[in-house]
């Protein structure tokens, strides 16, 4: 007795009055329209379940039937889920990429060891705003912005961006600063939920957002951001030395593009992380790859066809983009890529290990 339960983002609230076996009486402290399939929240009670339920399991499996490219974990509370899920996919030989949704405190404390486990972050700003204290959530959604930006991880910041639109077809002011901030704070990308599933006004939602997005992204200061990062990853492995010099080197000799091939996106998404103003043209074979790079901050995906070696890998990949019309003759690139050389051809390429400068012609 004396607990709060919080249901649907916290729009209604109870305060348990007396438990009896699977019986809760409750009174209604907050009352408002209750709609299907709404969470669930209680605040401050640890909650003892499975990371992963047999539904999860089965969903998970469906999932690789079915190739999808991404996996939105909830309420992961550590890297224990994370590695189980992982073990799921590698015994069905997939690649599905694993998105952890922060949304609880226990997910906070364990914060930096899930961000090591995932793919990606999910700021899920709606669930994780009742768990813990509102005037948290600003705070908070930037550090765990700057620690997914500095590891190289995607990060996506989502709940209630546009949440007026649901039912009016114009954002309130505070909305349109809140999507603004995420795209200074470092987000990869924004994502709209309720505007969209069951909003009056889903396409005009998304044209607003991406419109605030594609605006404020003018004014970022990417030399900020690059030389933040350069300095802490010059000396942190090979991938990220090579990745750090290639946008310096961009920036330096004002390149019309960096040009990443890349089979599994791990070399765009490294340069990705340097947040350089060129643009990133990332080349693979890979359909999965390609739908995958549509995430990754400042990253162009573009199919294209596997080469054999590395001049004919960089020449396809210059050949590609100057058929698109995306670079043209006099043209300025850095070409960054992991590539097999007669030192590790013994070994498998584990990271972006060669930069080349080229004059397009």
Known sequence: AGNTILIDDGLIGLEVKAVNGKEILCTVVNGGELGEKKGVNVPNV???????TDKDIDDIKFGIEAGFDFIAASFIRNAETIE??????AENDSNIK???????QEGLDNFD????????????????????EAKRLPQLQKEMIEKANYAGKIVITATQMLDSMIRNPRPTRAEVTDVANAVYNG????????????GKYPVEAL??????VEYTEQFINYKQFKSRKVEQSLYDSIGNAVCAASVTTAHELSAKALIVPTMSGTSALMVSKYRPKTDIMALSPSQSTVRQMMLYWGVHPIWARRADTTDELF????????NRKLVSEGDICIITAGVLTRMNRAQPITSTNIMRVVQIR
């Open 46 to 52: 640890p909650i003892h379940l499975p990371g992963l």
């Open 84 to 89: 189980q899920i992982r073990a799921i996919l």
């Open 98 to 104: 694993i998105i952890s949704k922060i949304e609880s």
């Open 113 to 132: 060891e899930i961000l090591a486990a995932s793919d990606g972050i999910m700021v899920a700003r709606g669930d994780l705003g009742v768990e813990i």
């Open 187 to 198: 987000t990869d990308a924004v994502m709209l939920s309720g505007e969209t599933a069951n």
């Open 207 to 212: 044209d607003m957002m991406a419109s605030v």
């Open 315 to 322: 020449e396809s990949s210059m050949d590609e983009l100057k």
